[in-house]
């Protein structure tokens, strides 16, 4: 069965640290790979996707993933992160199947410590 | 630019009644979903509907009915309402396999 993991429920870092958010998935074939955030409060805002190409993907407000299909997993990161990233963080996977589901993780929530 | 909306932010509701919660998307998508979420159990798909008048029953579609007449229209209906489906709701669309677009969401709470 698809299923999407992110182990990690809640992270603080220190404004300006470097942030790595894990998902790890299950799936039979090659996925769509998705990251969304979420602010409080608010609807979920796509940060970055993966189809296909270049494993390492560049998305908005500077983060990037990488995907490695030997660990299945597409894991998030920024160099240095500011206080207005904190925040709920929702990895997802998706079918190449235009009529399927996509999956989504439990979510990490980000706090940052000034 | 890429729009979904929802008809309220906020609701409150009495345990019994009738609750419609709409969303409207401009993008012309096939794929419609309605989500609920709550603290620590992440979202939880209710229906889906890939075409209009068609629907498919997600991951807990207990106490929930949906509709959708037109292509950019998809409604949540509680047919009575009750306290253990005060939650956020979000709407989202997609088309084909490409990424899936989020509402603002519907914070309803039932009394």
């Not at chain 2, 012309?28 to 603290?39: A, I, L, S, V």
């Not at chain 2, 509709?67 to 309402?81: D, G, T, V």
Request: with cysteine; proline share 4%.
């Amino acid at each position: 069965a698809q299923s999407v993991t992110q182990p990690d429920i809640h992270i603080t870092v220190s404004e300006g640290a470097s942030l790595e958010l894990r998902c790890n998935y299950s799936y039979g074939a090659t996925p769509y790979l998705f990251w969304y955030v979420q602010s409080p409060g608010q609807g979920l805002q796509l940060l970055l996707k993966y189809f296909s190409g270049d494993t390492l993907v560049q998305g908005i407000k500077g983060f990037e993933a990488e995907f490695k299909r030997s660990q299945s997993s597409f894991n998030l990161r920024k160099p240095s992160v500011h206080w207005s990233d904190a925040a709920e963080y929702f990895c997802a996977v998706g079918a190449t199947s235009s009529a399927s589901k996509i999956i989504f993780g439990s979510g990490t929530r980000l706090s940052i410590r000034p | 630019d890429v729009k979904v909306t929802q008809s309220s932010r906020y609701l409150v509701k009495r345990t019994g009644e009738k609750v419609f919660l709409e969303c409207v998307q401009d993008m012309d998508h096939e794929n419609m979903f309605w989500y609920r979420q709550d603290p620590g159990l992440g979202l939880r798909l209710i229906y889906f509907s890939y075409d209009v008048k068609m629907k498919e029953k997600g991951d807990i579609p207990e106490g929930y009915s949906v509709s959708r007449e037109k292509k950019e229209r998809f409604s949540l209906i509680l047919e009575s309402a009750s306290t253990n489906q005060t939650s956020m709701y979000l709407c989202a669309s997609r088309g084909g396999v490409d990424t899936q677009y989020f509402g603002p969401g519907t914070r309803l709470t039932v009394l």
